[in-house]
């Protein structure tokens, strides 16, 4: 089965191969990606890590097109952390503008594709205007029923963490009970990600092999594919090698039964 890839994907490509071999059967349902390199990319051209970041727009748009023909439950996508504002006040700057223009420009489209969009984060720390385009953008598409692309924007995993532990010990107050009875699903409920199914698949591209504060808790079992590919040249081709990838991959969640991706 070709899924919805008809009129994008060449008779004998790499990518119609790699379609060919997918399992559709078995999809990740959540698929998350620290998009990373877009200095590296810039640096190895001689130009301003701007444009790397400029470059990095279209492997967006790849990836959520591709997320979104492929079906999957959600996409997350690492866009800034809360470490991030370390950067350069004109990077952090740069950034914010890509981030609205992006939004401004492919609304239409996520809306064509049926794409719910939301923002995972403290988006309060955000400037008003973007903060703007992120509500038009979730307002618009609230009611859509497909993939669920979530864009992390000032997000850390362990600021997550707090504030799912705000909010779980908060209905524990509310209803009297004991602090020791809090448990695993109560601070799960409370998360950012409350909505999403479980995190199957977490890509980093630039080949950094570490989490960056990213998704701590949902990352737990979690199947981790890390690409040497900067962001910028990141394409649906190598989405596909990851979903390959993963569903080769044997998944016990600490037991023994193979649970399996594999075939
Ligand atoms: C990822 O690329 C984008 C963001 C973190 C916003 P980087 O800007 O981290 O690129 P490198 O890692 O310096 O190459
Ligand atoms: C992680 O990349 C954050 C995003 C992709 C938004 P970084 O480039 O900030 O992470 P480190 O500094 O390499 O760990
Ligand atoms: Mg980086």
Redesign the pocket.
Known sequence: MLKDFTEVVEAGSRDQKLLAAIDWERLPKHVAI???GN?RWAAQRGQPRIAGHRAGVEAVRAAVDTGARLGLGALTL????T??WKRPRYEVDALMRMLRKYLRLELDEINRQNIRFQTIGRIQKLSSSVRDEIARASDRTASNTGMVLSV?LN?GGRAEIVDACRGAVRKLEASGRSIDELNEEEIDRELYTNNLPELDLLVRTSG?L?I???LLWQIAYAEIYVTETFWPDFRRVELLEAIVDYQRRNRRFGGLKLVVNAK
Request: no cysteine; glycine share 6%; charged share 25%.
């Open positions: 620290i998009m990373d200095g690492y866009a800034f952390s470490e991030n992390a997000y950094e570490r960056s504060n990213f």
